[in-house]
């Protein structure tokens, strides 16, 4: 397969068009067969639901070539599985998890001169999205939905790769629909805008949001999650309604306690335990393990131990067995890893 001639190693998060992409149409209550198509714009009636009511939401994840020349999907069901749970919480049409699984499998293949190399350091993101695109006017569903399917070769999500990263927290919040942590609704995402653009102006990678009602525990970022390792190496994430279910997280526990025998908390974190912990990163899709190097609040910045310079040790194990099981260069547990080519 001839690659496209692009710079892998210098790619960004940023959106490159590919060849193709899928498109499959919700009329009169049923899903139509489907198809790639070459058109990267989306041509949709004025009053549509997703441009008048934020019916909409989005999944992400990641395509790689494997050590030994594989095109493998990460855990490709799951994201399924939770665009099917916000499917419902939306009022929209359930997309299955086999339709999910055979787009994706198309789309891939008929763009693998985009798939990034082994070791290039660059990934397939693929973007899924699912929205409604017939017309209302009164506050309801629409009466037709699109799911749709894009992908784009990508490297780190945040500039500077894996250096440590500095977090503010701010005093604004993504106003977070109460119970709606599982739904990747466009409201969310245009609500923490706002916040992390505000950290940027200020110089940081980022905004960490706290809970929206009590401002006091560890939600997690506009785009990912957090995991921190306490003094005596326990493995620590929040436990919050409010926040999304990540993949990566849910991997990284497993990868944490089943294959490296650690212990792992998912509870409350209060702002104010910080302090005490020796490393701290952001986890998802696009962030991967992002170390975090200090994190600033109203009181001023905490330097987390591990420094600014590397990842800490218990970072760099779950990022090194992580990554390796994406690869193809560990071992992956039954079901993770979804052949494509
Ligand atoms: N939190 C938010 C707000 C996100 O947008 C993402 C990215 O998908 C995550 C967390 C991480 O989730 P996942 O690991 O499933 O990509
Ligand atoms: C992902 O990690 O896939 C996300 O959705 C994060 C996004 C904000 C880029």
Redesign the pocket.
């Known amino acids: 397969m001839e690659k496209k001639n692009i710079d892998w190693a210098s790619l960004n998060f940023t959106y490159i068009p590919t060849d193709y992409r899928y498109v499959s149409t919700y009329r009169d209550g049923a899903w139509d067969d489907g198809a790639l198509v070459t058109d990267p714009n989306v041509t949709i009636n004025e009053s549509a639901g997703v441009l008048q009511y934020a019916q909409t939401c989005f999944e992400?994840l990641k395509v790689y070539t494997t050590a030994d020349g594989r095109i493998v999907a990460f855990r490709p069901d799951l994201n399924a599985q939770r665009m099917v749970d916000t499917a419902k919480r939306l009022l929209m049409p359930v997309f299955s998890t086999e339709r999910f699984l055979d787009a994706l499998t198309q789309m891939v293949r008929a763009n693998l001169a985009y798939v990034p190399p082994y070791g290039s350091g660059a990934t397939l993101y693929v973007r899924p999205y699912l929205f409604g695109s017939g017309p209302v006017i009164g506050v309801a569903p629409a009466p037709e939905y699109t799911f749709r399917m894009f992908c784009t070769p990508v490297g780190p999500?945040f500039k500077g790769g894996i250096k440590p990263l500095r977090l503010q927290v701010s005093a604004y919040d993504r106003a977070p629909p109460r119970g709606t942590g599982h739904i990747k609704a466009g409201l969310n995402y245009a609500m923490s805008l706002f916040a992390g653009n505000e950290a940027k102006k200020n110089g940081f990678s980022e905004n960490l949001f706290l809970d929206a009602a009590t401002s006091t525990f560890v939600e997690e970022t506009?785009?990912?999650n957090f995991i921190f390792i306490t003094k005596d190496g326990t493995v620590v994430t929040p436990k919050s309604p409010s926040i999304l279910p990540s993949i990566t997280r849910r991997s990284l526990m497993y990868v944490a306690s089943e294959i490296l025998g650690m212990k792992i908390e998912e509870r409350p974190v209060p702002l104010k335990e910080i302090p005490s912990f020796v490393e701290g990163g952001l986890c998802?899709?696009?962030?991967v393990i992002s170390p975090i190097g200090s994190i600033t609040t109203a009181e001023g910045e905490i330097f987390i131990p591990s420094g600014m310079e590397e990842m800490g040790p218990v970072t760099r194990l779950l990022y090194d067995t992580l990554t390796g099981i994406q690869m193809g260069t560990v071992a992956a547990p039954e079901g993770w890893i979804y052949p494509i080519a």
């Open positions: 992400g999500y506009g785009g990912a998802g899709t696009a962030a």
